[in-house]
Structures are given as C-alpha cells and as structure tokens.
C-alpha cells in the first residue's frame, strides 16, 4: 500500500491541475469577449469617422438618384463582413451589433433589396450572410421593441427618407477649428 502522504499529495496535484485547467478556461473566454468587444468598437470607429460618414453620405445620394453605384455597395460590403464575423461563427454578439448597427442596417438593406436581388442573380455568393443576419436583428428588434410582427421591424417610406436626409447631412463636411 502507498504511502498516505503520497496519496495526499496526488489528490493535491490534481486538484492543483482541474484549477488552473479551469482558470484557464474563464482566461480564454474573458478573452475572446474582451477582443470581440474591441471588434465591434473598431467597426463603430470606422463607421462613424469622417470618411465613412462622407461615403454614406455620398452612397444615400446614390440611392435617392437610383444610380447605385460602389458607395452604397461599400456600405453593404461593410455590413456583410460583420455578418460572416456574426452570425455562425459566433465571434460578435448579435445582440451587441443590434446595439451598435442595427438602424444603419435596416435601413440600407430596405432601401438595397432590389440590388441585392439583382446580384445574387449573377452571383449567390455575394452578401450571402446579409439576410439571415437582418432576420435574426429583426427578432432582437422585436423583442426590445415588444412588436407584434416583423413587418413592424421595417422602416416605412417617411422613415426611409428621414434617414436618407441624416445620412447627407452627417456626410456633409465638417468645419475644423484651427484652434488646437
């Protein structure tokens, strides 16, 4: 027979082993929350830096125009690159991007639907992850909202146009101090 101490040692070093197996474990998940946090925010600095504002701008004149050309196609290339980080690879929090996002994207894929169509008729691969994930926001819509349906999750023409008239004004270029 082994000696006790042996056997309290053992139990000890195993005990030792599951703590920092687990400790380990919280570290990697707190982990990828923090960087899935810092993601989200480097999509929301992009988005809302002057750059970005005047490309909106310039992609919601392309959609009042009906001549919709790469700026409003950015926006959705923008949009389904946090669809695919999103949806099923799991590496953003829907609910966090309904958060941050979830205005810009209903009202951008409403008024881009026909061209969305018309693209995925020449190439299924585009935007693939675009409408799955607007269904999925709109679920969260619905419930932070309490609406009844998912239609009530869709912007109406006056809110289109509302929003068409922020996205110009927002891109419109900003006076700079000279002071500081």
Do not use: C
């Not at 991007?97 to 190439?123: P, T, V």
């Not at 869709?154 to 509302?162: G, T, V, Y």
Request: no cysteine; hydrophobic share 40%; net charge negative.
């Amino acid at each position: 027979m082994s000696n006790p101490w042996e056997i309290i040692g053992a139990i000890a070093t195993a005990v030792a082993a599951i703590g920092s197996i687990t400790a380990l474990y919280f570290e990697i998940k707190n982990s990828r929350k923090s960087k899935a946090v810092d993601i989200v925010l480097q999509f929301d600095s992009k988005f809302n830096s002057d750059e970005w504002r005047e490309r909106r701008a310039r992609a919601a004149r392309e959609i009042r125009q009906g001549t919709l050309n790469n700026e409003a196609e950015n926006i959705l290339d923008f949009f389904e690159s946090i669809a695919f980080l999103t949806d099923d690879r799991k590496v953003l929090d829907k609910e966090t991007i309904w958060h941050y996002f979830s205005y810009w994207i209903f009202n951008y894929y409403e008024y881009m639907l026909k061209r969305i169509d018309e693209r995925q008729a020449k190439d299924p691969t585009i935007w693939q992850d675009l409408a799955p994930f607007v269904a999925s926001l709109r679920e969260i819509q619905m419930q932070k909202a309490n609406l009844n349906n998912i239609q009530e999750t869709h912007p109406d023409l006056s809110d289109l146009e509302k929003f068409l008239n922020e996205e110009i004004s927002e891109g419109a270029p900003r006076h700079r101090s000279s002071i500081g």
